[in-house]
């Protein structure tokens, strides 16, 4: 047990939806990123927050945003929904205390299919 | 631009036997990277890390070389045993930002 989780497990939705996706950090951890893990690919950099603001940008789409709220709990938005974006989610959290040292944590992930 | 890449989709190793994957990456500022273990329907767990300083760093069974001049990374496991069966990711990072991830290694492993 990584100490992130990730809530739903499972969701299923039609296109043209919006869901939001949840995360908590490990405690003590000040920074969320999220990932996306499509079909036979390697998981791709959506975005991250350290302590309630952006830090880091990846290949976010405009429909897709995120927020970190100031118990550092995470929320992944996904709007207007098409089929492409059924995936497993990931979420991360880390200290980023140090320089070369900083790992990442990853939760169970949300898997999200769109009919 | 894949600028973290996992060459061998899959490997099957005897029990008892070593494990090497490989990674190859094409961005010279990374300066962090990581091996993340993952079972399906669960998220990667980490692994093993090395920083850029450094051309080895061992854990158990598990050892990470690093080659910078050829921008190479391997794990190493040795004895592999039938609970390595997962698939492996590589990644990296440099200034503690975003993991760039390979495409992932399924390691099964023959009792």
């Known amino acids: 047990d990584s100490g992130v989780t990730q809530t739903p497990k499972h969701l299923i939705t039609a296109t043209g939806q919006r869901v939001t996706l949840r995360c908590s950090p490990r405690?003590?951890?000040?920074?969320v990123y999220w990932y996306q893990q499509s079909l036979d690919q390697g998981l791709q950099f959506l975005i991250q927050y350290y302590n309630g603001e952006e830090r880091a940008k990846g290949n976010i789409l405009e429909r897709f945003s995120a927020q970190q709220f100031p118990d550092l709990h995470s929320e992944l938005n996904l709007s207007s929904l098409e089929l492409g974006d059924s995936a497993l989610y990931f979420c991360a959290s880390s200290p980023l205390v140090g320089i070369n040292t900083d790992t990442q944590y990853f939760g169970p992930g949300t898997r999200l299919t769109v009919l | 631009d894949q600028q973290v890449k996992q060459n061998s989709p899959s490997l099957s190793v005897q029990e008892g036997r070593i494990s090497i994957l490989n990674c190859d990456y094409t961005?010279?500022?990374?300066?962090?990277f990581l091996w993340y273990k993952k079972y399906p329907a669960e998220g990667p767990t980490f692994l093993i890390s090395?920083?850029?300083?450094?051309d080895k760093n061992e854990d158990g069974r598990f050892t990470v070389f690093l080659n910078k001049s050829a921008k190479h990374l391997s794990l190493h496991i040795v004895p592999s045993q039938p609970g390595d069966s997962a698939v492996y990711f590589c990644a990296a990072s440099f200034g503690n930002e975003k993991l760039t991830f390979g495409t992932g290694t399924r390691l099964t492993i023959i009792p």
């Open positions: 090395i920083s850029s300083i450094k």
């Open positions: 405690s003590g951890d000040l920074s």
């Open positions: 961005n010279s500022m990374f300066d962090y």
